[in-house]
């Protein structure tokens, strides 16, 4: 039985990478406030690109960098293999996020995007192996777990992808062998690693925080296999230049409604009625699939992307931060205490949060994604100042959140750790003087 | 709901007394005890020794660490008690439907 903090990483780690995390998100909307012209036009701009990095790589990587770190203890009721890995690979990851988007920012700057795509796909196949080698330990069976595991392997393929895309650039002998395959960087890293990401995490997480029990899995299990399959498809269009394109959309498109299926399905079993507002984020998250979808029916690639990541994963990757979160920070400063826990004056979970920020992040980034959204479709710089204000208001309230959750739980294990000191001193002296 | 089942053997203190001892360990997630939400399927005195057989909500509860030393901090407090063991087993499972009414109302489920 996996304990947090004892049978994971050491705390510290998967704490201080979701509070980074959240900082990115506030950063993405200052920079995407500072450059709204670059969204009202072409897309492929290195500004562009290098936005999009802080939000993929900065904000979502290290947020599922950091869930990794303690999830798959959970999910597969085992213990994280070599635990102190992180101290090698979290830093990894931060420090090579930071050089893909300074080298995007540079207009593709070679030893950047060289350097930064090096570190970041070393430190993502480190963690694919470590989530392996814990898998190994105890092979989960849960169609969840498998999702997982998948997102990972293909979250660290993504990366690849994008250091061979960056020597693509650089190097004339790589490009002539693999072309440049942007979009099947985009396929793996959106739906691969994003998607199966959110399915496999969403699924154990959601049932959990709604107290929904039991039913079949089904859904979970052929979205998985629909969203590899057409990754795999999509790699034979690249490179073998088959006619598959459209077979591979329609199995993603398939994927997207199986996974907002079995939301509402685990929300239909659901017995607790009243949803935290996190979740009601990660569920609120799904509306943006179908907008997605339509977006790209109508030719507009750029829109249907950010409907995506701004809307379904920026809302399902921030309802989940705050929970995943506030459990790590609890039973960091809490299990094991032998203070008697929420009897002995330990707050609750849900006491960790302060609801007045929720709100912000959930319509913030409702808003952010929206805006901008139109704002490539209508060339409307105005509206990506709307959606860098929102996104930075979003993320500065995440951020917050973070903050808080972790400063009012150590703040509460000190007064009761004070508290304690003190009635032991009472004790000593009333025996002394006895 | 979960009834639990009481055992004794020249108890020290009645398995009862310890029952309503558990009321004081509370679920952080839930906000909620764990006697009420039906997590405690036995309770067993033998003399000052006293055993716990609980389940949790999910096998990878990441609150199992702090809901056990909460059960024993909780029993350690009761006069009487000596060694104190705690199981977590898993069949049957805990369902919703383990709980009181009480504790499902408070959760919003009617």
Known sequence: MPRLGADGAP???PIASLLLGALALALVGLLVLLSPAAFAGYLGLPRVVAINHVFTLTFVGLVFAGTLQQLPAVMFVTKLAWPRLGWLTLPLLAVGSVAVVIGFFRGFSAPWLAFGAGATSLAWVALVVQLARTAAQRWPKDPGSHALLLSALFLALAVILGFT???????PSVAAQVGYPVQLHFTVGLFGAFLLGIIGSGQKLLSMFALSKGGPQWRVRYATYAVTAAILLEALATFARLPLITASH????IACALQAWEVLNILRRRLRKRLELPIQRYVLAHAFLPLAGVALLFGEGG????LFLLGFVGLAVSGMLVKILSFLTWTWQFAGASTGGVSGGAPLLRDLV??????IITWGLVLAAAALAAATIWSSALLAVVAGAATLLAGVALTAQASHVVGVTVRSRRRLAAAAAAAQATKTLEEARA | MTETELTEINPAVPARNV??????????ELGLDIVSLGMVYAVAVVDSQVAIEMTLTTPGC????SIEA???????QVPGVGDIGVELVWDPPWTPDSMSAEAKRSLGFY
């Open chain 1, 250 to 253: 329609v199995l993603l498109a």
């Open chain 2, 70 to 76: 909460d059960v024993r901090h909780c029993l350690g």
């Open chain 1, 165 to 171: 895309l960056a020597s693509a650039r650089t190097t």
């Open chain 1, 354 to 359: 302060k609801d007045e920020l929720e709100p």
């Open chain 1, 11 to 13: 705390p510290v780690l």
């Open chain 1, 303 to 306: 829109a249907a992307m950010i």
């Open chain 2, 19 to 28: 029952l309503e001892a558990l009321h004081a360990v509370i679920d952080p």
């Open chain 2, 62 to 65: 990441p609150l199992h660490g």
